[in-house]
């Protein structure tokens, strides 16, 4: 019998999975799945295409679980099992994870970790980036976590991150760790060596020289069909950052800045329509942190805090940090500690979610005309939330949202029975649009259909 969702909260909890020591903020990642060719890009709002490649859930205590949905049994079921990373000691303690696949027309699935090792008198911080370039391997989980680079670093490592370049007119994605020097560092691969290798983070992202604080979120944003990206980033001081940059230029465009009072937790760049845009306004393409339409839309930046309310600067290629808008009540539940913007009511438009210390997830709408955010629903975790990842583990279509807390990995899934409702609702909406279009056609001249061919004699 299918669980029910809380009241108003369109999630139910699916599977539980207990982890061996609790995870943090950078503990979670999604593996994307290996797209055939001429497969279009991955599913929009932040979607990570997990698809059967599913998640990796590192632990402090150096383990790694590799989360999925297999079909067992003529049914879908979770499957967790721990995966065996070479050059990682037994006291390590793990950082933080990422994953990626390589961009065309490379191939090959790319995980970086980052861990420090407790050598007694001293802790010594290390980065693993494990890549199989064996012709059949480059997928195989099993495979890739025996081919590792082991990098020792000068610093302590915080978020580990990835983004895709332009190099010499060819996509690349490259590795960005923040660290406590403070500084990010960018990790590229080398063809010709099959390795990894750090270069100047300024001759790639000249936006990220010369930091006030140790970042501990960075998010970039590649805007659709210009060419320049947003790149903002988050600091332990409440320093924030906003760059618009022309990256075949390596110029800075513009650059805002602002100082909050407390650590920040997470800082998202995301599209919300333009506010002359209406409900009616024809829908657009999709994109993967937000939504574009033919209206035009406006660039926000979600922030964050660990000690005050958490607010979206609306619209900051026009206005800079100067809209801002407050999630309400976003500080009655302890500190912030994790977010995503994604649509999880299936109407086109994001929502923010949050995931608190105070072990409440809260969902915010984006409201117009009234062009402010309010609390949709609320949904209460045993334990406090760390990590969030919004992707299909199932591959029916429908992403699930798994939600690391301090006891474990949980899996919430759309209600079938609503969404069968929904897509209901929106089949019958467009069979009336079809037939209102096919009425207001003029009267066809004689011995000719509606597009003008002529009619078959009887």
Not at 7 to 35: H, I, K, M, W
Request: charged residues 20%; aromatic residues 8%; contains cysteine.
């Amino acid at each position: 019998m299918e669980a029910s969702p809380p009241p108003g909260c369109p999630l139910a909890e699916d599977s539980f999975t207990r982890l061996s020591s609790q995870s943090n903020v950078y503990g979670l990642a999604a593996l994307p799945e290996e797209l055939p060719e001429g497969a279009g890009p991955p599913s929009p709002w932040g979607a990570e295409g997990g698809g059967p490649g599913g998640l990796l859930a590192a632990t402090l205590k150096g383990k790694v679980l590799h989360f999925r949905y297999q079909d067992l049994r003529r049914k879908l079921r979770p499957v967790a099992r721990e995966l065996q990373f070479t050059y990682i000691p037994v006291d390590a303690e793990i950082v933080s994870i990422d994953t990626f696949n390589k961009s065309p027309p490379k191939r090959g699935l790319v995980v970086g970790i980052t861990f420090i090792k407790d050598s007694g008198d001293k802790a010594s911080p290390f980065l693993n980036i494990y890549c199989d370039y064996e012709p059949g391997s480059e997928y195989n989980l099993d495979s890739i976590a025996q081919s590792c680079l082991n990098l020792e670093l000068q610093f302590t490592p915080f978020q580990l991150y990835h983004a895709e370049i332009q190099v010499a007119g060819q996509p690349e994605t490259v590795f960005l760790l923040s660290g406590n020097d403070p500084a990010i560092h960018l990790y590229k691969e080398n063809e010709e060596l099959h390795q990894f290798e750090e270069q100047p983070v300024e001759d790639l992202f000249p936006e990220l020289k010369e930091l006030p604080s140790n970042v501990l979120w960075l998010d970039v944003f590649n805007i659709p069909d210009s060419g320049r990206r947003l790149t903002a980033f988050g600091c332990q001081s409440g320093y924030i950052r906003v760059a618009h940059v022309d990256p075949a230029s390596r110029e800075v465009l513009q650059t805002w800045s602002h100082l909050q009072d407390g650590p920040i937790s997470k800082v998202l760049v995301f599209a919300l329509p333009a506010p002359r845009c209406t409900d009616d306004s024809p829908a657009g393409t999709a994109s993967t942190n937000g939504i574009t339409s033919s209206c035009h839309p406006s660039y926000s930046i979600l922030v964050t805090s660990t000690i005050e309310l958490s607010v979206v600067y609306r619209n900051v290629l026009q206005n800079g940090l100067e809209d801002q808008l407050v999630l309400p009540a976003s500080d009655q539940h302890d500190s912030v500690i994790c977010a995503l913007v994604t649509d999880v009511d299936f109407d086109r438009e994001p929502e923010i979610l949050l995931g608190t210390y105070g072990q409440e997830l809260l969902c915010y709408k984006y409201v117009q005309p009234d062009g402010e955010f309010r609390l949709l629903w609320q949904r209460a975790f045993p334990s406090p939330l760390l990590s969030m990842r919004y992707v299909d583990l199932t591959c029916d279509g429908l992403c699930e949202l798994a939600v690391v807390c301090l006891k474990g990995l949980h899996i919430l899934q759309h209600s079938l029975t609503q969404t069968a409702q929904c897509l209901l609702e929106r089949l019958r909406l467009k069979a009336a649009s079809l037939a209102a279009q096919r009425n207001l056609r003029p009267p066809s001249p004689k011995g000719r259909d509606a597009d003008g061919k002529e009619r078959p004699k009887e």
